[in-house]
């Protein structure tokens, strides 16, 4: 692979990560909280950026924007380490970019109270919960996006972007009050890093590796190898 075609991989990432936190972590900081009866606004916030980004430049780069679906293509040898290595500097550079401009264009009082959108344990879920609760909104989002964008029989060039963003926003329908759902090491990234708000800060780390692995090895395993033929059959 050429630099140049590296670097065009490394900006539709950096682009597409900058706008999933912009207009996500914006989204939560005008709606003033995750919490807040506006939860619906935030989801399809998130939902349509990332549908509209996959859309976009998901024929350049693939699409990812998370650093756990990258992991997800590197464990199942989908993207070389090294590429990787450049996917998520640009995903994590483009996530802490996204949340210093959150934090210095809107109003300082409304990006306070809702800490820059970090992600949050809801009340009465604990670390190990929220752990485990990110794992799962993440296997179904890198389930969808192996299901649509990586197979060869799916449907990457019509509907790949609107099933991975409607993806995201069924899960923070469902997860935002709990987790704050964020299924991105780099959506939790770069709030916390801006505001220096870490609370908790492994549950959007570990948790969204894990689903991503395990959706992405299952997925490899069951309908992308090929098939072994029956007993009787020519090999």
Do not use: C
């Amino acid at each position: 692979m050429s630099a140049e075609d590296t670097l065009r991989r490394a900006v539709a990432e950096f682009v597409g990560a900058f706008a999933l936190i912009f207009i996500g972590a914006g989204s939560i900081v005008t709606a003033n909280g995750i919490h807040d009866p506006a939860l619906i606004g935030v989801a399809i916030a998130h939902g349509l950026t990332i549908a509209i980004m996959v859309s976009a430049v998901g024929r350049i780069s693939g699409g990812h924007f998370n650093p756990a679906i990258t992991f997800g293509f590197l464990i199942t040898r989908r993207i070389k380490p090294a590429l990787a290595v450049v996917y998520w500097l640009a995903q994590f550079g483009g996530a802490a970019l996204a949340a210093l401009l959150v934090r210095d264009l809107l109003p300082r009082a409304s990006t306070e109270a809702v800490k820059l959108g970090v992600p949050a344990l809801g009340g009465g879920v604990d670390a190990g919960a929220g752990f485990a609760l990110e794992a799962i909104f993440t296997f179904f989002l890198v389930w969808a996006v192996f299901a649509t964008a990586v197979d060869p029989r799916g449907a990457f060039k019509s509907i790949a972007g609107l099933a991975i963003g409607l993806t995201i926003t069924i899960d923070i329908l469902f997860g935002g009050p709990l987790t704050g759902a964020a299924m991105n090491p780099a959506r939790a990234f770069g709030p916390q890093l801006v505001g220096n708000h870490w609370s908790d800060g492994w549950v959007w780390y570990a948790g969204p590796v894990l689903g991503a692995s395990v959706a992405a090895a299952l997925y490899e395993l069951l309908y992308l190898r090929p098939a072994r033929p029956e007993a009787g059959e020519p090999a």
